[in-house]
């Protein structure tokens, strides 16, 4: 009965890359690579880890937009078998590679494996509604303010039904931009950035490589801000080890009241075995925060934060218990709003320290 259509489907693919914001896949955001992998690669905690290293590479306008249509014809595709079996639940029996390719996940090759791929991401991103986009790799501002703006034209030209296009981008070239051209990319339709500004202290970025300093991350983010962008900025509790915990801290939270972000997103700190700074932590020249280390350090930076956005742990690396054994905080995307919840988060706080460190448990055995 769909056998052509599926049959179509399985001509188009699209290029998707490592990694996106959980918030971003919490909503089933349609994946649009529009670099590929990070053009920095130095930063000592994460070294490009996640796009395993691989060279940094602007991707032709040409490129990018043929991947949109590859998206419009698998949409359209997934639509017209949809309507012919009574709707999108039976339409995702289709995506399957046992009735595609009559083989197991395992057993597809590369091309099998890349088209199912985008077939997947395309009905879940179609099922949820359509309407938001995350362009990928890990900073997108970095292309020409002309080409990018193209780009987030033609994707809504060609889906009117987005309504938010987001992306990851950097301090340093958000601090570069001109405000006319972070304006001009704002109205083209990118309405969320997300930021990894770790920290907002000079000894800790130094010291982990970050490419930036602490007035660029306020000068970046608070051109941002003024462009109109809805601005996440990720912060790394712990990455400034038990030495530069206090600085790192007050620092941060001094950064952040500057830039004034719509969301603050913790993710504290976590050995990765192929990076410089395992290396100095199992090495001995780096000493990692015990689970009440990092406790006391966030309450140190929400104790002086004055911000008027959300303080969100929305990720499991937030690793903390409270009393009954659930996470100490919500981890839900849109956390706790400053200043109004900032009491609540200081009363958590102290909970967790009450509660004996070894039942915080955080999951670094597993990468030794
Ligand atoms: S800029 Fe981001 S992706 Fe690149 S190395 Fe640093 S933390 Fe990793």
Redesign the pocket.
């Known amino acids: 009965m769909v056998l052509s259509e599926a049959e179509d489907l399985k001509r188009y693919s699209f290029e998707i890359g490592a990694i996106r914001p959980p918030s971003e896949g919490g909503s089933y955001s349609l994946l649009i690579r529009a670099t590929r992998n ?6 000592k ?7 395993n290293r691989e060279k940094f590479q602007m991707r032709p306008v040409e490129e990018i937009k043929e991947d949109i249509q590859s998206v419009k014809h698998i949409a359209d595709g997934i639509t017209v078998i949809a309507e012919k079996l009574g709707g999108m639940d039976w339409a995702g029996k289709v995506i399957d590679p046992l009735f595609l390719y009559e083989k197991d996940y395992g057993e597809l090759n590369e091309n099998e494996s890349s088209n199912l791929q985008s077939l997947v991401n395309v009905y879940n991103w179609l099922y949820s509604g359509g309407r938001t986009v995350f362009l990928q790799d ?2 997108s501002l970095i292309m020409r303010p002309s080409e990018l703006i193209e780009v987030v034209r033609y994707l809504k030209e060609t889906f009117p039904s987005i309504e938010r296009v987001t992306s ?1 981008a ?1 301090s340093k070239t958000l601090s570069k931009r001109s405000l006319e051209d972070l304006k001009a990319i704002r109205r083209s339709g990118l309405l969320r950035l997300h930021v ?1 500004l ?1 920290s907002g202290d000079d000894d800790v970025l130094r010291y982990v490589n ?2 930036v300093t602490a007035e660029e991350q306020v000068l970046g983010g608070i051109k941002a801000k003024e462009a109109g962008f809805e601005l996440s900025e990720y912060i790394m509790p712990g990455l400034g080890g038990k030495k530069m915990s206090e600085q790192h801290a007050r620092n941060t939270a001094s950064v952040l009241n500057e830039i004034d972000p719509d969301f603050v997103r913790s993710r504290p700190y976590t050995p990765n075995p192929l990076t410089p700074l395992f290396e100095e932590w199992t090495s001995g020249n780096f000493e990692l925060l015990s689970p009440h280390g990092y406790l006391r350090e966030i309450k140190m930076m929400v104790e002086d934060l004055k911000f008027n956005g959300r303080l969100c742990f929305d990720h499991a690396m937030n690793f903390w218990r409270g009393r009954d054994g659930r996470p100490l905080f919500r981890m839900d995307y849109s956390g706790y709003k400053f200043p109004e919840e900032k009491d609540e988060v200081l009363d958590l706080i102290e909970e967790g320290l009450k509660i004996e460190e070894s039942r915080h448990v955080q999951r670094i055995e597993y990468l030794m």
Do not use: H, V
């Open positions: 990070c053009p920095w690669s130095k930063c905690f994460c070294y490009g880890t996640p796009y890990a900073n990851y950097r990894g770790e970050k490419g």
